[in-house]
Nanobody, 125 residues
Framework: QVQLVESGGGLVQPGGSLRLSCAASGRILSLTAMGWYRQFPGKERELVAS???????NYADSVKGRFTISRDNAKKTVYLDMNALKPEDSAVYYCDGELCYYSDYDVPICQRDYWGEGTRVTVSS
């Protein structure tokens, strides 16, 4: 079974930094893209940043220059370095993967959005 497990969330003061990690495990064939989304109460999830297997990155305008996404393909892990955090960055952050994996019946399955369970980030003094 494939899992995306996030870690690194927590409480930080405005202007502070956090690093989120998301590790993929299981019978994964390929990880084409990985990304981070966030969800504010009562709102839809929104893209924060994404990175493709070739290294191409994409950022939401609201985080450009403050957040950096990176990945370690050997560890099947994606990171989000968040700097100069603002109270409006407070949200639940979800890891998302576009991946292919073997099912329990050894059938390859490709899925565009495979989600982690989320990690909460709170920016407050």
């Amino acid at each position: 079974q494939v899992q995306l497990v996030e870690s690194g969330g927590g409480l930080v003061q405005p202007g502070g930094s956090l690093r989120l990690s998301c590790a993929a495990s299981g019978r994964i064939l390929s990880l084409t893209a990985m990304g981070w989304y966030r969800q504010f109460p009562g709102k839809e999830r929104e893209l924060v940043a994404s990175i493709r297997d070739g290294g191409t990155t994409n950022y939401a305008d609201s985080v450009k220059g403050r957040f950096t996404i990176s990945r370690d393909n050997a560890k099947k892990t994606v990171y989000l370095d968040m700097n100069a955090l603002k109270p409006e960055d407070s949200a639940v952050y979800y890891c998302d993967g576009e991946l292919c994996y073997y099912s329990d019946y050894d059938v390859p399955i490709c899925q565009r959005d495979y989600w982690g369970e989320g990690t909460r980030v709170t920016v407050s003094s």
